[in-house]
Antibody, heavy 117, light 107 residues
């Protein structure tokens, strides 16, 4: 069974950085790109970017360049997204999602990030 | 970047009714379109891919159609479990933009 297990909720201070993890199981990790999606206020979905676990290649939404950094650890089948210089605008739920051809077939459960002093 | 314009933003409907949600792309996306359903507090779930193909386990009352820049998701005979939010997403090059969503509520 394919599963994407994300790390737990985070409360961080403005200006800090943090990293969310997404542990994949039930499939060949290097065979599918991993995407990250932001959902603010329970509404709009925004595609942040993707990473190819096979070779580490990335593609970012221009809006999130400099804000998000995507990496993987193939040895543990885990994808990571680091968010930098956090502000209240970064408070949201973040999802990882597996990309199969032209759709996202599996999603993580979401990680809630709250940025507050 | 390709923009996805989704409508309506919300719908108030009764069980048993039929609804249609539409997405218009800012350029031809050659049927590289997916539809997702999201329940409150849950992750989005795939309903339709490649504009017209139902994902595994999706009831046949759901159907997708369209081509070029215009796409639709139709739900026949709405059931109580169909209420929630719906999003389209294109896959014709990055960024893989989502529509702004349609919230389906019980009348």
């Amino acid at each position: 069974e394919v599963q994407l297990q994300q790390s737990g909720p985070e409360l961080v201070k403005p200006g800090a950085s943090m990293k969310i993890s997404c542990k994949a199981s039930g499939y060949s990790f290097t065979g599918y790109t991993m995407n990250w999606v932001k959902q603010s206020h329970g509404k709009n979905l925004e595609w942040i970017g993707l990473i190819n676990p096979y070779n580490g290649g990335t593609s970012y939404n221009q809006k999130f360049k400099g804000k998000a950094t995507l990496t993987v650890d193939k040895s543990s089948s885990t994808a990571y997204m680091e968010l930098l210089s956090l502000t209240s605008e970064d408070s949201a739920v973040y999802y990882c999602a597996r990309n199969y051809v032209n759709y996202f077939d599996y999603w993580g459960q979401g990680t809630t990030l709250t940025v507050s002093s | 970047d390709i923009q996805m314009t989704q409508s309506p933003a919300s719908l108030s409907v009764s069980v048993g009714e039929t609804v249609t949600i539409t997405c218009r792309a800012s350029e031809n996306i050659y049927s590289n379109l997916a539809w997702y359903q999201q329940k409150q507090g849950k992750s989005p779930q795939l309903l339709v891919y490649a504009a017209t193909n139902l994902a595994d386990g999706v009831p046949s009352r759901f159907s997708g159609s369209g081509s070029g820049t215009q796409y639709s998701l139709k739900i026949n005979s709405l059931q109580s479990e169909d209420f929630g939010s719906y999003y389209c997403q294109h896959f014709w090059g990055t960024p893989f933009t989502f529509g702004s969503g349609t919230k389906l509520e019980i009348k």
